[in-house]
């Protein structure tokens, strides 16, 4: 089954992505022995760049590295629409908060591209322990469409990412989002295949497609 959904606002002011990431992280987290708070955090990160990554190609090759305190650091990369994650042992001991792994060290960079078409890293300070906010201030930071990034109610592995295209009229552009904030609590506990017609008042479908996770035999992890 897709777990991603790509639409275009009615407007065409605005696209958008949803996502559901529960059996990426699932697999992606299967050996993690960490606290709560820690596996909520890393789930956290597979939703954000599951959605970044989606925004534009979902076959494109793209990177995250979050380089944190506490001897903590996260890489996430995405190629061919399959999802890996490493993060390195400290993150299993460590019993501390989200906020304690970030200060005027920490830095996210986000790499794109190969080395046949050309990279490009975008990289900034990550001086907030909120993944959302951190993820925002990136695509504000790095030149991009600055987006809003979404969880699904009290979940990590439901989002949605919404970007507002450059002429789009600031009024119109708060109410959908705030819509697209009522509706998320829905989300978290929605039947996937019913999604498209909970938000097609907003916005149309243009394609859905799965990003998954290799299995160590080489086959992708589907439903």
Known sequence: MNNIIRMLSV????????????????QALSEF??????????????TGC???????????KISFSFRLSQGVSVFCQITDANFTMEYKDTIHEFK?????????????????????TGLHTGTVEANMDSVVMLFAHFTVQSEQLPSQF?????????????????????PF???AAYELNYHSKELEHMDWKCVPARF??????????????????GTIYKN
């Open 11 to 26: 407007n065409k002011d605005f696209r958008m992505v949803l996502a559901d990431t529960r059996q990426i992280a699932e």
């Open 173 to 175: 552009i708060s109410k």
């Open 200 to 217: 097609r008042h907003l916005a149309k479908v243009i394609s859905e497609n799965r990003i998954g996770r290799l299995y160590d035999d």
């Open 50 to 60: 599951t959605l970044l990554s989606s925004i534009n190609d979902v076959n494109a």
């Open 96 to 116: 501390g908060t989200v906020a304690e792994l970030f200060d005027n060290k920490s830095v996210v960079s986000i790499t794109t591209g190969n080395w046949e």
């Open 150 to 170: 979404i969880w699904a109610g009290d979940g990590c592995s439901r989002g949605i990412l919404m970007q507002p295209l450059p002429f789009a009229v600031e």
């Open 33 to 46: 022995r960490g606290t709560d708070c820690m596996r909520g955090f890393l789930e956290q990160i597979i």
